[in-house]
């Protein structure tokens, strides 16, 4: 059980058009989704919490009008990169929060290698 | 929630078990200490986690000093998959966010 998956696992575009990726938990419901973006040789860096049926909480620095967030379901997250440039090619993760009895485990999806041309 | 320091890179020889030391003296009485591991490529994979307790499952053990300052991951035999990225993060159960510092980077050695 417990498993996340993300679609699609790769994706390239142009600059200027908009990416959407989907992060889903596939066997359980999660109330609090996140998104994490990683660079090359870099650890993980978060970058919004989401939460079921109300608006996303976005780390410093991270523009909320770039990274678009929708949680609409408890299974289903999705990221949005608005207007896509080069520098926001990264490998983007997310996470599923399932809580379950008095643990708070994460439980990460496989990531999304998105590549701006 | 509290900063951990973790070596930045780590060998052992497959088959021997690999010890990933983790400090972590800010830590407040209500933090608990987490593994996960990145293999490349791959989003994170949750070990273990533990309070103050020695913590054991069916991939590691995990033992926390008495002071909760530093802990080690254990991993008893270690073999080729597990080489990979482990991150030490400090969390407050209420806390949902985890926060990733740069890691110790685990070569497993045939």
């Known amino acids: 059980g417990a498993v996340v998956s993300q679609h699609p696992s790769r994706v390239i575009c142009k600059s200027g058009t908009s990416v959407k990726i989907e992060c889903r938990s596939l066997?359980?419901?999660?109330?609090?989704m996140f998104w994490y973006r990683q660079f090359p040789k870099q650890s993980l860096m978060l970058m919004a919490t989401s939460n079921e049926g109300s608006k996303a909480t976005y780390e410093q620095g991270v523009e909320k009008d770039k990274f678009l967030i929708n949680h609409a379901s408890l299974t289903l997250s999705t990221l949005t990169v608005t207007s896509a440039h080069p520098e926001d090619s990264s490998f983007y993760i997310c996470?599923?929060?399932?809580?379950?009895?008095?643990?708070?485990?994460?439980?990460f999806g496989p990531g999304t290698r998105l590549t701006v041309l | 929630d509290a900063k951990t320091t973790q070596p930045p890179s780590m060998d052992c020889a497959e088959g021997r078990a690999a010890n990933l030391p983790c400090n972590h003296s800010t830590i407040s009485g209500n933090e608990y200490v987490y593994w996960y591991r990145q293999i490349h490529s791959q989003g994170p994979q949750y070990i273990i986690h533990g309070l103050k307790n020695n913590e054991t499952n069916e991939m590691a053990s995990l033992i926390i000093t008495e002071d909760r300052k530093s802990s080690t991951l254990i991993l008893p035999h270690a073999t080729l998959r597990d080489t990979a990225v482990y991150y030490c993060?400090?969390?407050?159960?209420?806390?949902?966010?985890?926060?990733f510092g740069s890691g110790t980077r685990l070569l497993v050695r045939p």
């Open positions: 993060i400090v969390r407050m159960d209420s806390s949902y966010k985890l926060i």
């Open positions: 996470s599923a929060r399932w809580a379950r009895g008095r643990s708070n485990e994460q439980f």
């Open positions: 066997d359980f419901q999660a109330t609090t």
